[in-house]
Structures are given as C-alpha cells and as structure tokens.
C-alpha cells in the first residue's frame, strides 16, 4: 500500500510539473487581458504574445484609459503598442510554472479631451509617440490559464497591471 501511495504521489507531481509551464513555448500565443493603474487613470488592455524562442516573445497590445484632468475635463487615451520579451525562465532555472520575464514596448497612443456638461470648451486632442520599459510574471495553474502582473516605466507615463493570460 505504501509503494502504491509512494507511486501514485510521484506520478502526479510529475503530471503536475510539466502541465503547468511558464515558458511561451517558440510558435505559441498567449491572450493577456487585464486592468491596471497609471498616472493617465485606470488602464484596461487586451494583447497577444507569440513565441519566436522560448526564451524571447513578440506582442502587440491595445490600451484604453479614461480620466478626469479636473471637474471639468476628460481624457479618453487610446494605446497601440509592439514588445518585445526576454522570458529569463532558462536563464536562471526558474520553477516551471512561474514565467519571469522583461522588456520593451513601442507604440502610439491618441488622446481626446472633452469637457463636462455645461462646460464651454471644443475639445481637444493629441497623439504621440510612446517607449515603454516593462518587467513581469506570470503564474500558471494549469498549461493554458494563468496570472500576470506587469511594471511598466517610459518617457511618459509608469505604471503596474494585472490579469489572466490564456494560452493557445
């Protein structure tokens, strides 16, 4: 009964190890959806990962914020943004279901402002150029579902965000 117990643990830590991969394996997407904090309002982003290596990842990703300057005004603040990633995952021999993981984002945002009701104002609008600094992880629970979070600095704006990721 022992040995059968012994066995069984065995097999499912083994089954559990390597069902749970942090690396973005070369040729794989993953989804990442989530919310965060920003001196431009709360961020809410959607992006999709692709695995040129195992250990690098090329994405694209879509920003939304909206925020009160004061009373009177809104920013709606629309990103679009490239990065690039050094998952350090190999490098440093990291627990597999942990994804570690830095690099940097290239984009364009475009800004509408408006005022608030009563308010006399045309509006207003602005675009630009944006360089993006980010450092992360991902936890996984199972091979396609995790968790990420995300600290991001630039010549604009820094920031944190949260969410799931979903492999394909």
């Not at 195992?54 to 300057?69: A, C, L, M, P």
Request: a neutral charge; glycine letters at 16%.
């Amino acid at each position: 009964m022992k040995k059968f117990l012994f066995l069984a643990g065995l097999f499912m830590a083994a089954v559990t190890a390597s069902a749970q991969n942090g690396n973005l394996d070369q040729g794989g997407l993953q989804l990442n959806a989530g919310v965060g904090i920003s001196g431009w309002g709360i961020p809410v982003y959607v992006g999709l990962d692709y695995g040129v290596t195992n250990d690098i990842s090329v994405g694209g990703e879509f920003t939304f914020r909206s925020y009160s300057h004061s009373s009177y005004y809104t920013h709606n603040i629309m990103g679009f943004f490239g990065n690039g990633n050094y998952h350090f995952n190999n490098l440093f021999n990291l627990p597999r279901p942990l994804d570690l993981y830095a690099g940097l984002s290239l984009g364009v945002y475009t800004s509408t402002v408006t005022a608030k009701e009563g308010r006399d104002y045309i509006g207003d609008s602005y675009s630009g150029f944006s360089l993006i600094g980010q450092t992360g992880a991902r936890y996984f629970f199972t091979d396609n579902f995790g968790v990420n979070l995300e600290l991001s600095g630039g010549l604009l704006t820094s920031g944190a965000k949260a969410g799931i990721t979903y492999r394909f």
